[in-house]
């Protein structure tokens, strides 16, 4: 008989997800309190969430437990390094129906647990609760190490904009799904697991990004929101932005133009960024310009080659 959440119980689900947890240096009190305890040795800590829902962020027959919670640790572990701090913990919250198989969960902690340990971070508590869908509330943790944070709104006329990571993979691995296909694999496999480059963002701090932002809703979106809090136009030049020879073939099959992937896609929490020319980081492609608002294209706005995109430029929740 197959055991479920139902018959595991919450207590029992707990002590099963946390026996064996490691815990970094970072954290003073893990799970088995009310709250855990963590190290903040400068006084700041920088903190985000996110939600993955059963049916709107994943399904369970396009990606196993396994991979929900590699996805679900690295959209939060990729946040805390788009701020240019290192990441400590996570704290996740779990609700699912009493008929889930326990193993499902189980192996869905594993795959936080993995996310987690590449980046030395450490899953310090979290909730248990009955829901009508399976739901996966993860927030992050992370230190600065004595550093400022890197925001958004730091962006200057004269910096360069670059990247590093993979764009539009993600996408075109949904695209691939949604028609009831499993390849190429190499995009499937990106939908299900993103890779963000976890060590860049702490790098790009120290070598004097002026801004940075995680892509996770589509190159242009998030390009976006640095050229709105910076109150400055950004520019694109598509001839710096190479197109991979899977997406492309996504691309020819699906009647997409392969461009719009890596101009729109999201979820490869690829990381942007923006540096003055001498400071772009060795690995990283520039891909455009900053400069100061005009009447013809106003401050906050993202060209794509000097001209206005004409499609949807990236996801946005709650869009009619």
């Known amino acids: 008989m197959t055991e479920t959440l139902g018959s595991t119980g919450e207590f029992g689900l707990i002590a099963a997800v ?18 855990a305890v963590m190290a903040v040795p400068d006084g700041r800590m920088v903190i985000t969430t996110d939600l993955l829902i059963e049916g709107r962020h994943f399904r369970k027959d396009w990606s196993s437990a396994y991979d929900v919670g590699r996805k679900a640790a690295a959209q939060n572990l990729a946040d805390i390094m788009a701020m240019g701090a290192r990441p ?6 779990f609700g699912a129906p009493a008929d889930l198989p326990t193993a499902w969960a189980l192996e869905l902690n594993q795959g936080l647990v993995d996310e987690c340990e590449l980046v030395g971070a450490s899953i310090v508590g979290g909730d248990t609760v009955q829901s009508d869908k399976i739901v996966v509330s993860v927030t992050a943790f992370g230190s600065l190490d004595g550093r400022a944070p890197v925001l958004r709104s730091g962006a200057r006329p004269g910096d360069e904009v670059a990247y590093i990571g993979r764009l539009g993979w993600a996408e075109a691995g ?13 995009v499937v496999e990106a939908h299900r697991r993103p890779q963000p480059p976890y060590d860049e963002g702490p790098k790009a701090a120290l070598g004097g990004a002026s801004s940075l932002c995680d892509v996770s ?44 992937f890596v101009l ?23 891909i455009g310009s900053v400069a100061v608002g005009n009447e013809e294209r106003p401050a906050g706005t993202v060209t794509v080659d000097g001209s206005p995109y004409a499609a949807d430029t990236g996801h946005a929740h709650f869009r009619s």
Do not use: C, M, N, Y
């Not at 400590?88 to 919250?93: D, E, K």
């Not at 976006?224 to 020819?252: C, F, M, N």
């Open 18 to 35: 946390t026996k064996g947890l490691s815990k970094s240096e970072d954290v003073l009190v893990g799970p088995g309190d009310d709250a």
């Open 88 to 93: 400590t913990a996570l704290v996740v919250g």
């Open 174 to 186: 949904w695209a691939v799904l949604a028609r009831g296909f499993r390849s190429p694999r190499a």
């Open 217 to 260: 809703d589509g190159l242009l979106s998030d390009l976006g929101h640095i050229a709105a809090a910076s109150d400055v136009i950004i520019d694109v030049h598509t001839k710096a932005l190479t197109v991979p020879e899977p997406l492309q073939a996504v691309a020819a099959a699906t009647g997409v133009d392969a461009l719009k």
């Open 264 to 286: 729109t896609g999201g979820e490869d929490h690829a990381l942007v960024g923006t540096f003055e020319p001498a400071d772009v980081p060795e690995g990283w492609t520039v």
